[in-house]
């Protein structure tokens, strides 16, 4: 009997190792500088913090040089910041909180692309032809599917036509974001004897990947938030009002004694300065809380916004 017992719990021991913890995306990024020259102290406290909390996330931008912190909402990184300056010494300027959208496609649209430069020496010369669609069913996964039944394409380039999607699928032409729910169809293409090769197959995918992708209806997927505010009564409807501008929903209400507690959701792009005025509504005795739901279609003014910025940085970037 006693062997029995030992047996039953090694197997739920075992099956508890073996259940792996889902870790979230960031949903939002700040650009931080430290302000003292000397960033030892700075590289030893994200060095920790990205060890302690897998949900932190700390990147060089590879176009600006800026660095930038990633996490689950604007509180998450006031923290971290906050934390730099009472345990490391290390005050940082932080620049504008950035949403982290995500890019889709609403249509099908084709593609049919010719990378041809041939000058005297080794050339590139590389055809792709498909077309792109969303995976539907509300899908973030992305797919390549090949569909080549000839021969017009030798099979050692396959690997090269789906790394360019993977590649293209980084940083989409709409707003600069992750591309999400979109499958690629590869039906055909071209290929030249020696001028053929996997970065020319590569360098072709991406760019019929970007044509093909403004053709089909761009749009954005934005960060919705589970919020749970507790207010007292009497300043229910002025919340509530607020929160209703900043697109919040009210999921369900109840009472505790004289406060109202309230589940929300909302997107987390109109979130930003709602501490401030939580506390304005509420003479400083509101509380919220939120954590991340999921991605959900941006209304167009989001989208044309969100695009409009994207385009701005870029323009400054030029300048620079």
Request: contains cysteine; hydrophobic residues 35%.
């Amino acid at each position: 009997m006693a062997n029995e017992l030992i047996l039953v719990f090694i197997r739920i021991v075992q099956k508890l190792a073996m259940e792996s913890l889902h870790v979230p995306e960031p949903v939002i990024s700040l650009a931080v500088k430290p302000v003292k020259s000397d960033s030892g102290s700075f590289s030893k406290a994200i060095g920790r913090f990205t060890r302690e909390d897998p949900t932190f996330r700390f990147e060089v931008d590879q176009d600006t040089g800026d660095r930038v912190m990633s996490g689950m909402g604007e509180l998450h990184l006031e923290i971290y910041v906050e934390r730099m300056k009472r345990e490391y010494d290390c005050p940082v300027e932080t620049g504008k909180p950035r949403v982290n959208y995500k890019e889709n496609i609403l249509r099908k649209a084709r593609f049919e692309h010719l990378l041809k430069k041939q000058t005297g020496g080794s050339g590139q010369y590389a055809g792709v032809m498909g077309f792109i669609e969303p995976v539907g069913d509300g899908s973030r996964e992305n797919i390549f599917d090949n569909r080549c039944t000839g021969t017009n394409i030798p099979s050692q380039f396959y690997s090269a036509i789906e790394k360019g999607f993977q590649e293209g699928l980084k940083e989409g032409p709409l707003a600069g974001c992750a591309i999400e729910g979109v499958r690629f169809v590869l039906l055909d293409g071209k290929a030249h004897l020696v001028d053929s090769s996997e970065l020319a197959f590569k360098a072709a995918t991406k760019h019929a990947f970007k044509e093909a992708f403004l053709k089909a209806a761009p749009s954005l997927l934005e960060p919705i938030m589970n919020l749970q505010v507790q207010i007292p009564g009497e300043f229910q409807g002025q919340v509530i009002g607020a929160l209703s501008k900043r697109r919040g929903v009210v999921m369900n209400s109840t009472s505790i004694d004289e406060n109202i507690v309230m589940d929300m959701e909302v997107p987390l792009g109109d979130m930003f300065g709602f501490s401030t005025e939580l506390r304005s509504l509420t003479q400083g005795k509101g509380e919220f809380a939120m954590e991340y739901l999921e991605h959900r279609g941006a209304p167009r003014n989001t989208v044309a916004r969100v695009a409009e910025e994207h385009q701005q940085r870029k323009e400054e970037l030029k300048k620079n």
